[in-house]
Nanobody, 122 residues
């Protein structure tokens, strides 16, 4: 039902910033738990940041806390991830996710985007 398309990825030097966007169609993001995950080659997909379904409470992994900010624009039906002070270990494919059932986003989310590559050079 819901289609998610990420954009904004690319190559950036350590210490730089990027903003990822996740445009949704076929659903209203404000009715879903939303979040961002990432997966580096040969590694498990891991949680990065999330917004709870009902109250929009933010959650972050310890590795990105204080550097990344998740937000959404309901008028544009778009989710964002502002990434500051990027580190080489942030290099991964980043995925947008949505869940219409669970109150908080998890790796078992109902809907996923195709991913966008983030490469941080040292």
């Amino acid at each position: 039902q819901v289609q998610l398309v990420e954009s904004g990825g690319g190559l950036v030097q350590a210490g730089g910033s990027l903003r990822l966007s996740c445009a949704a169609s076929g659903g209203t993001l404000s009715r879903y738990a939303m979040g961002w995950f990432r997966q580096a080659p040969g590694k498990e997909r891991e949680f990065v940041a999330g917004l709870s379904r009902i109250r929009g409470i933010t959650h972050y992994s310890d590795s990105v806390k204080g550097r990344f900010t998740i937000s959404r624009d309901n008028a544009k039906n778009t989710l964002y991830l502002q990434m500051n002070s990027l580190k080489p270990e942030d290099t991964a494919v980043y995925y947008c996710a949505a869940d219409g059932v669970q109150p908080v986003i998890t790796t078992n989310a109902n809907y996923w985007g195709q991913g966008t590559q983030i490469t941080v050079s040292s």
